[in-house]
């Protein structure tokens, strides 16, 4: 199929994009201190010159002790750090691009990959970093409350640098993703509960704190998912009905787009219908959705991180058919892109021939 559903332009509050690609967030771990670097602002510039519609940072930690565990990872507060992102925002503007950051907090979730180890307190629900292991004390009010703030905080320094929205991190185990999952959230507060909609109160209240800090025409994005990286098979909606009271409360609370997390993106959600999440998301909320999940390469990302496999270019059609169907309004591109710069630009002038492999690899520098 002809690519022209992907490169028509979307508007949502303070995004004017000229097209529906998005750059998906991918920890890449070249910002020492946790400060971006030149060649941070370069990466993304390479990618707002080569068409890519919006920008999302990789995950950025909010001003709590052990939002990261990662020393290379860039915060989103401090002076250098935020020093370092007007450089990367301005970089991306210059390119004709536009970008949020991802805000971010790991919650529990150590990083096997480095023996760094974060000042305490680690921040989590009930002390748990998976089901049955509990290994920290749950947070107390306090904690949560200084939480709320530090996200609020982040976004106001994201609008003020000149940022065209903000992305918060509510997907794949960590913090906010912590306290809706009942596996891990044992809590038996007003930040608990039995089921979905009880456990969305924190991620409601962290965008209700963005919403306070930025104001009502700032886009607010929230990234999702139903897996974790503790464990795939993770569900938390198993029905419509489920999704609906989990995604309600944060719709009201002033999310303006959904970012549904899939391994694969044309896996169906549900049985007895096609939809995927980005699919049921926008179904039950009316809300623009971005789809992501091993768009435009054979092999799921977590199997060809962990196992080294290398993935190739795969057909787009699937995913042209459910964006001409309006099934979601933004497609959210990983490793084709971290492998390429020129990704976009390459489909948009049907140079599919020429587009890259993506291998572990390309994880080894910014290219």
């Known amino acids: 199929m002809a690519a022209e559903a992907l490169f028509r332009p979307f508007s949502c509050k303070s995004l004017h994009l000229k097209n529906r690609i998005v750059m998906a967030p991918m920890t890449r771990s070249f910002s020492p201190g946790g400060v971006p670097t030149p060649d941070v602002a370069g990466y993304y510039r390479r990618r707002a010159e080569a068409e890519v519609g919006l920008i999302l940072s990789e995950g950025t930690g909010v001003a709590r002790p052990a939002s990261l565990n990662d020393p290379n990872v860039p915060n989103f507060h401090g002076e250098q750090s935020l020093a370092g992102w007007k450089q990367v925002i301005d970089a991306v503007h210059a390119g004709g691009g536009q970008m949020a950051p ?28 998976s089901p049955g292991k509990r290994f920290t004390e749950p947070m107390t009010d306090e904690a949560i409350a200084d939480t709320l703030a530090a996200f609020g905080r982040a976004a106001a320094d994201a609008k003020r640098l000149g940022f065209d929205a903000v992305e918060i991190h509510g997907a794949h185990g960590y913090l906010i993703d912590q306290f809706f999952w009942g596996g891990v959230n044992q809590r038996s507060d007003r930040y608990g509960g039995a089921t979905i909609a009880e456990r969305a109160r924190f991620g409601a209240e962290v965008v209700k704190s963005i919403r306070s800090a930025v104001g009502e025409d700032f886009a607010i994005l929230l990234r999702l998912s ?34 549904c997390s899939q391994r694969r993106f044309w896996e169906p ?12 998301a926008r179904k039950l909320t ?18 060809s991180l962990s196992k080294g496999t290398s993935s190739k270019p795969a057909s787009l059609d699937n995913l042209l058919h459910r964006l001409e ?14 492998a390429d710069p020129q990704w976009a630009r390459k489909i948009h002038e049907g140079r599919n021939h020429e587009l890259s492999d993506f291998s572990k690899e390309a994880l080894a520098s910014l290219s």
């Open 269 to 280: 959600e549900f049985e007895g219908s096609e939809l995927n999440f980005a699919g049921w």
């Open 286 to 303: 009316g809300k623009p959705t971005i789809t992501v999940g091993s768009v435009g390469l054979t092999g799921e990302f977590t199997e």
């Open 226 to 259: 139903q897996w974790k990286q503790q464990d795939f098979s993770v569900k938390l909606a198993h029905t419509p009905q489920e999704m609906e009271a989990w995604l309600t409360p944060l719709v009201e609370a002033g999310t303006d787009i959904l970012h």
């Open 102 to 129: 991802q805000l971010w907090h790991v919650g529990s979730v150590r990083n096997p990959m480095t023996t760094w180890v974060a000042p305490p307190p680690v921040d989590s629900p009930s002390g748990m970093s």
């Open 325 to 338: 169907r309006e099934e979601f309004d933004l497609v959210a591109v990983g490793r084709a892109l971290l």
